[in-house]
């Protein structure tokens, strides 16, 4: 049986013409290339739609004509992307074929082109006793977005602290139990949710590794079904085990700059205990992303620029602000004339930073504070002590330490001297004078500093003259 497997359209007015030029290739080629049935697996819009528009006539449109050729199977996506409800129109946008839309955990058998749902998260004995003797093409169990107390309650979680993850074990390995029954009267099974698997890629390339993501590759093999069909990643990517397959399709076309690899939808090949997917490539934008540390060097743009006829062009720099003028950014717009678009994004780095570069960069305090330690070469580890007692305390349990430590020391070392180390036994640090730069100079995002001129004294205890590593009062 061949699933033309769709996923994360995000029509919206911005997308429209990317979303339809790549959706409108891949409902033309799984048509032509004979699919069973579409499954589209969440994301169908980018945000909420107003009726009148046209991206949702578009979509509405593209949708209508996919269900003249075959069934339809669309899953709730993302609430933000889909608002709830959405999908429900579509389901009146049927041409010959049924269009069903799955908003709840629920199983589904497709037989004979009608889809048939269970009535709670999984097919009851009774209802699976009916679709073993009337028989079925396959049997989906869906899964779309759920919130998790929904989701917990209708599977009868028992503790309410269970994670999502767990919960979504629980429903999978109950699925898991059913599908293994259908296969064995000859039915295939298939998994369609729209989520995160642990481990898996974004289409920025980052590795989705945590604790808060839906989905482990280990769950979702447990539900025993031939195929795994998910949206919710952008990059299409696939795991197989012992023949059965767990893909993305990724979303359809290339709606942000930087996203890697080809975009398409998935054709597959389901049978019973095995599956087969290959990704179909749709025409989507070829987009060039050029990043400079420091002003554009036009050498290499006009290198790229040889390759950037109709591709979308985004070009990134950073440039201290007094040397802002020595980009020409007429020249570098005419060499990206023939680009279908260019967009320029200059990062202008005040003075300020050329004194203690990277500090606005920072986003703690306590990174900032290490960062200033570097530039000046001070020891950060007794700073960032005191920043954290500073962040963590009142004044006065501040103020209450040291002098109980003041007193611990006067009580230790009675007469202030005794038992003094030689003074070359110790490195000794040489007076730090830590200036504040003038105000002018220093930006909203710099870290202020006070005035402070520290010099040893003569009378301290050797064994307390680093001031940076020990306490500064304690003398
Ligand atoms: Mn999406």
Same mark, same amino acid.
């Given at each position: 049986?061949?699933i033309a497997?769709?996923?994360?359209?995000?029509?919206?007015? =911005?997308n429209?013409e990317?979303?339809?030029r790549c959706? %409108?290739?891949?409902?033309?080629?799984?048509?032509?290339?004979?699919a069973d049935?579409?499954?589209i697996s969440?994301?169908?819009t980018?945000?909420r739609?107003?009726?009148?528009?046209?991206s949702l006539?578009r979509?509405?449109r593209?949708i209508?004509g996919?269900?003249?050729?075959? +069934?339809v199977l669309m899953l $709730?996506g993302?609430?933000s992307?889909?608002?709830?409800g959405?999908? #429900?129109?579509?389901?009146l946008?049927?041409?010959t074929? $049924?269009?069903y839309?799955?908003e709840r955990v629920?199983?589904?058998?497709?037989?004979e082109g009608?889809?048939?749902?269970?009535? %709670?998260p999984v097919?009851?004995?009774?209802?699976? #006793?009916?679709?073993?003797?009337?028989g079925?093409?396959?049997?989906?169990a869906?899964?779309?977005?759920?919130?998790?107390?929904?989701?917990a309650?209708a599977v009868?979680?028992?503790?309410?602290?269970t994670g999502?993850?767990a919960v979504?074990g629980?429903?999978?390995?109950?699925?898991?139990?059913?599908?293994?029954?259908?296969?064995?009267? %000859?039915?295939?099974?298939?998994?369609?949710?729209?989520?995160?698997v642990?481990?898996?890629?974004?289409e920025h =390339?980052?590795?989705?590794?945590g604790f808060?993501h839906?989905?482990?590759?280990?769950?979702?093999?447990?539900?025993?079904c031939?195929?795994?069909?998910?949206g919710?990643?952008?990059?299409? /990517?696939r795991?197989?085990?012992? %023949?059965r397959?767990?893909?993305?399709?990724g979303?359809i076309? #290339?709606?942000?700059? =930087?996203?890697?690899?080809d975009?398409?939808f998935?054709?597959?090949?389901?049978?019973?205990?095995?599956?087969q997917?290959?990704l179909?490539?749709?025409?989507?934008? $070829?987009?060039?992303?050029?990043?400079f540390?420091? +002003?554009p060097?036009?050498q290499r743009?006009t290198a790229?620029?040889?390759?950037?006829?109709?591709?979308f062009v985004?070009?990134?720099?950073?440039?201290d602000?007094?040397?802002? /003028?020595?980009v020409?950014r007429d020249a570098i717009?005419?060499?990206? =004339?023939?680009?279908?678009e260019?967009?320029?994004?200059a990062?202008?780095?005040?003075?300020?930073?050329s004194?203690a /570069?990277g500090?606005?960069?920072?986003?703690?305090m306590?990174?900032? &504070?290490?960062?200033?330690?570097?530039?000046?070469?001070?020891?950060p580890?007794?700073? &960032?002590d005191?920043l954290?007692?500073?962040?963590?305390m009142? *004044?006065?349990?501040?103020a209450?330490?040291v002098l109980?430590r003041?007193?611990?020391a006067v009580?230790?070392h009675?007469s202030?001297t005794?038992?003094?180390p030689?003074l070359s036994?110790?490195?000794?640090?040489?007076?730090v004078?830590?200036?504040?730069?003038?105000?002018?100079e220093?930006?909203?995002?710099?870290l202020?500093m +006070?005035?402070?001129?520290?010099?040893?004294?003569?009378?301290?205890?050797?064994s307390r003259?680093s001031?940076?590593?020990?306490?500064?009062?304690? *003398?």
């Amino acid at each position: 049986m061949k699933i033309a497997h769709f996923s994360d359209l995000h029509y919206a007015p =911005g997308n429209l013409e990317e979303a339809d030029r790549c959706f %409108g290739f891949a409902t033309e080629h799984a048509v032509l290339m004979h699919a069973d049935v579409a499954v589209i697996s969440g994301d169908a819009t980018d945000h909420r739609l107003d009726a009148h528009a046209p991206s949702l006539h578009r979509l509405a449109r593209r949708i209508n004509g996919l269900s003249g050729s075959m +069934p339809v199977l669309m899953l $709730q996506g993302t609430f933000s992307h889909e608002p709830p409800g959405t999908l #429900r129109n579509f389901e009146l946008m049927s041409a010959t074929h $049924q269009i069903y839309v799955a908003e709840r955990v629920q199983q589904v058998s497709l037989h004979e082109g009608r889809f048939y749902a269970s009535s %709670g998260p999984v097919f009851s004995e009774d209802e699976l #006793r009916e679709v073993l003797s009337i028989g079925a093409d396959v049997v989906f169990a869906c899964l779309p977005t759920v919130n998790k107390g929904q989701l917990a309650a209708a599977v009868g979680a028992k503790e309410a602290g269970t994670g999502l993850e767990a919960v979504l074990g629980d429903y999978l390995a109950a699925a898991g139990r059913i599908n293994e029954q259908l296969r064995a009267a %000859g039915i295939r099974t298939v998994g369609v949710s729209h989520g995160t698997v642990n481990g898996c890629t974004t289409e920025h =390339g980052v590795t989705m590794a945590g604790f808060d993501h839906e989905f482990s590759l280990g769950s979702l093999f447990e539900a025993q079904c031939d195929a795994f069909m998910l949206g919710h990643i952008h990059k299409a /990517q696939r795991w197989e085990r012992a %023949g059965r397959v767990v893909a993305y399709p990724g979303s359809i076309g #290339r709606f942000h700059y =930087g996203e890697e690899g080809d975009k398409g939808f998935l054709m597959w090949n389901v049978e019973v205990g095995s599956a087969q997917a290959d990704l179909v490539v749709t025409p989507s934008r $070829q987009t060039i992303c050029v990043d400079f540390d420091g +002003p554009p060097d036009m050498q290499r743009l006009t290198a790229i620029a040889l390759d950037a006829t109709d591709k979308f062009v985004r070009i990134r720099w950073q440039v201290d602000d007094e040397h802002k /003028q020595s980009v020409d950014r007429d020249a570098i717009a005419a060499l990206f =004339g023939s680009a279908a678009e260019l967009k320029v994004e200059a990062r202008i780095l005040p003075v300020v930073r050329s004194r203690a /570069q990277g500090i606005s960069l920072e986003t703690s305090m306590d990174r900032k &504070l290490e960062r200033w330690c570097e530039h000046t070469a001070v020891d950060p580890v007794p700073l &960032l002590d005191r920043l954290q007692l500073l962040e963590t305390m009142d *004044a006065e349990a501040i103020a209450a330490g040291v002098l109980a430590r003041l007193s611990d020391a006067v009580a230790a070392h009675p007469s202030g001297t005794d038992g003094m180390p030689a003074l070359s036994s110790t490195s000794e640090p040489a007076p730090v004078t830590v200036q504040e730069a003038s105000s002018d100079e220093v930006g909203d995002d710099a870290l202020p500093m +006070p005035d402070a001129t520290v010099e040893i004294v003569a009378s301290a205890p050797a064994s307390r003259l680093s001031w940076l590593n020990d306490d500064l009062f304690a *003398a």
